[in-house]
């Protein structure tokens, strides 16, 4: 994986798409979809067979001191459009204040033959924030993106 820097502007939540090049490697195949970089290279998971799926992603964050606080949350893009996230992870901007490790989220989709699904956050501050890290300090364990079928239709 490589680092990911994310920014944001002062009381804006802003989402954020993941690059293939966040992560490096692709664990298993299936024909249930295919996996492939969208224009501005951000990964694209694409069902090849409509029905329930089951996406988790997971990120670790940078350990680093910052003046200001954050709030941030795993989330899922479907076609391009921000739809689901995850529980957020709040950061006080206090150098006292213990770190976030990582954040997390699962999320079940329905997913028609041709949808993609892309993995990423939301960033939200009451301040400027730039380059936040988003790292993989475990990165077998902290930073990852799954998708699985959990169901097939047959409509």
């Known amino acids: 994986t490589d680092t990911l820097n994310v920014s944001c502007s002062a009381n804006t939540a802003t989402s954020i798409k993941f690059t293939t090049s966040f992560y490096d490697s692709t664990a298993s195949g299936t024909s249930d979809y ?11 998971v694409t069902a090849t067979n409509a029905g329930w799926y089951m996406a988790e992603v997971s990120f670790g964050i940078d350990q680093t001191n ?8 795993a989330g899922l893009f479907l076609n391009g459009t921000f ?3 995850g529980s957020t992870v709040d950061y006080f901007g206090s150098l006292s204040t213990q770190h976030p490790f990582c954040a997390q989220g699962a999320f079940i989709i ?6 993609y699904i892309t993995p990423g956050c939301m960033l939200y501050s009451q301040s400027t924030i730039s380059s936040l890290g988003l790292i993989a300090p475990n990165f077998n364990k902290d930073t990852y993106f799954s998708v699985s079928l959990l169901n097939k239709s047959f409509a």
């Open 110 to 115: 329905y997913l028609n033959n041709g949808d």
């Open 34 to 44: 295919s996996i492939s970089t969208g224009g501005s290279g951000e990964l694209k």
């Open 66 to 73: 910052r003046a200001v606080g954050y709030r941030l949350a």
């Open 83 to 85: 739809e689901k996230v």
